[in-house]
């Protein structure tokens, strides 16, 4: 069965930074496409950044120049590094992992940035 499992969430205040972890097992890390994905209540889930098995880096606009997606393939590790919080990134972060086997998902962690 493949895992993943987030740690890193918590509340900041506007203008801090987080780092959010996801510890990934059960698959051949190496070769999937890894993401992080969000949602807030009422609205879909959309993607924040994507990183793929030969290095290739997307962002949502919404983020670009303020987040920073990378992944450690010794360590099966997924990070997504959080600078320059607005209130608007509140929303609860999926970890999201896709293998020619499928897609999973992480339990998700929840972001809240103080005003």
């Known amino acids: 069965q493949v895992q993943l499992v987030e740690s890193g969430g918590g509340l900041v205040q506007t203008g801090g930074s987080l780092r959010l972890s996801c510890a990934v097992s059960?698959?051949?890390?190496?070769?999937?496409?890894v993401g992080w994905y969000r949602q807030v209540p009422g609205k879909q889930r959309e993607l924040v950044a994507g990183?793929?098995?030969?290095?290739?880096?997307s962002y949502a606009d919404f983020v670009k120049g303020r987040f920073a997606i990378s992944r450690d393939n010794r360590k099966n590790m997924v990070y997504l590094e959080m600078n320059s919080l607005k209130p608007e990134d509140t929303a609860v972060y999926y970890c999201n992992v896709i293998s020619s086997r499928g897609a999973w998902w992480g339990q998700g962690t929840q972001v809240t940035v103080s005003s």
């Open positions: 059960g698959t051949i890390f190496s070769s999937t496409v």
């Open positions: 990183l793929d098995s030969s290095g290739f880096l």
